[in-house]
């Protein structure tokens, strides 16, 4: 009988204990940040530089700010398309700017940040810790008295952080960029009338909070995927999965995220009287 209750228990405590080793390295990360302004500011620019522009055939792209301002003009005129077709049905599609204003802030510019991390910075740098540590890079590290979670991933840590802020702007100017060009352009709507509601209905509340959130979604999501990446094992068809399992964590925490802080800051009171 307490064999079978082990066996049917043990998945249970291995995930327990996975847990437990992650909040203990992500711990160990975000206190290793003091370390990375004192000891590790070359490191640092290192992985703001590569992070932002990339290297090589990626640079000539502009790299994870390219990648940002397209998927945001993309959800821009994507907004453009969907809001100006649905208002116009009954009969208020002045009010677009107004949707520009309240969908791109609060939903569209944060979250398509989160997924950009995931998707660029974040599995990049899955993938390279992983690499080193199959390679016992990380292992080195540590002989030679390196102290390797505060040199490797507190500084992708705070690379990531500080670059999601011009991240987040870029991408939020792009988005509305797109969705005005799209809506004056495409579908003929008088500039006066789109800027009116569009500048009426901009919050800076709005932005303040859509800014915070898109900073605290860097920092979820680099804790994730350096985890994956600093624990990989198995070779490389073992850093490969371990890339889809971080990546694959940080989309469903960007989510989680978003839905949390719609929840907690516009569930109850969201700010918005129309009337007329």
């Not at 390219?66 to 453009?80: E, K, Y």
């Not at 590290?141 to 390196?146: A, D, R």
């Not at 670059?163 to 939020?172: D, E």
Request: proline share 3%; aromatic share 10%; glycine share 12%.
């Amino acid at each position: 009988m307490l064999p079978r209750v082990q066996h049917r228990a043990r998945p249970i405590v291995n995930a327990w204990n996975q847990i437990g080793e992650q909040v203990q390295f992500y711990a160990k990360t975000l206190v290793g940040t003091k370390d990375v302004w004192v000891n590790y500011k070359v490191e640092l620019l290192r992985q703001i530089a590569q992070m932002s522009l990339g290297v090589g055939a990626m640079a000539l792209i502009g790299g994870t700010i390219v990648v940002v301002g397209f998927l945001s003009s993309q959800v821009g005129s994507l907004v453009a398309v969907q809001v100006f077709g649905t208002l116009a049905s009954i009969g208020i599609e002045a009010l677009t700017g107004f949707a520009s204003a309240y969908v791109n802030t609060r939903l569209a510019g944060p979250v398509i940040v989160g997924i950009a991390m995931a998707a660029t910075i974040g599995a990049g740098a899955t993938a390279q810790l992983g690499a080193m540590r199959i390679n016992e890079e990380i292992d080195a590290l540590e002989v030679i008295g390196v102290r390797s979670i505060p040199y490797l991933c507190s500084t992708r840590l705070v690379a990531g952080v500080l670059l999601s802020v011009p991240m987040y702007c870029f991408g939020m100017i792009a988005a509305w960029g797109a969705t005005r060009l799209g809506t004056i352009v495409s579908y003929g709507q008088s500039t006066g009338v789109y800027d009116h509601y569009f500048n009426t209905f901009l919050q800076p509340r709005d932005v303040a909070f859509a800014l915070l959130q898109a900073v605290f979604m860097a920092t979820v999501v680099m804790l994730i995927h350096t985890y994956y990446g600093y624990t990989a094992s198995g070779g490389p068809s073992g850093v490969g999965s371990a890339v889809g399992r971080a990546v694959r964590a940080s989309l469903v925490a960007v989510i989680m995220i978003l839905l949390f802080v719609a929840l907690g800051v516009y569930g109850q009171r969201a700010g918005l009287n129309i009337s007329g």
